[in-house]
């Protein structure tokens, strides 16, 4: 089991913060408290035994290096909203919502979406995360989520992002060996059958690209 420190997670956030262009302003950045409101939103999830699971930059960092986020990412019912008192709710859209609670930047999941949900109850392993035990999504959980984005993504042209994704889905895929023929049942389920047959698409261009790099990786061993 993986050690997440409460004070390493809000390192993360607030570098994600501060190392963004777009937040550079003539308005201070608040990140000073982010370890103790990080501490905050778990107790308050444990306490009041709020069925959620952590998703996002957060969780990926449990499995792979290199990533950059400026909030924490939670999937949860629209009604476990109600339990977390003083979260801000800044804007929501169909079933995600973004918010803050304090200096804390949350996007929320929520399980009205039915692949939130099956994520939420299927894909769950539990992480140390300072004092805390975390409901975090697995990689097979991470990668359900990164694909069943990217048409959405593809339709706004928001390249940024589609880059950003497919490149954790390349990194997961490598750390870890996932049944895709299961990856794609489940989301079959889940998007309509064109999205379906692009994401296929991708995943097979993914699979493909990491053929590539071990082929790579044996021409310039210095055995070969």
Known sequence: MSLISTSSIAQIISNGICFDMKNWNDRPLDVNNLPETIDILFDILSQNKIPYLLVGGIALLSYIE???????DLILSRESLDLIPDFLILEENNNFIRGTLSNLQIALFLTENKLFDWVRNHCATERSFGQ?????????????????????????????KVSIYEGDLTQLLLKEDVDSSRICDILAKHLLSTDFEEVQNILMEIQDRIKRFQAQKNKFS???
Request: glycine share 8%; proline share 5%.
């Open 132 to 160: 805390h035990q975390v409901r975090c999504a697995t990689v097979e959980g991470l990668i359900l989520l990164k694909l069943f984005a990217l048409p959405s993504l593809y339709r706004q042209g928001n390249f940024n």
């Open 222 to 224: 210095p055995n070969s």
């Open 66 to 72: 290199g990533r950059n986020t400026q909030d924490i």
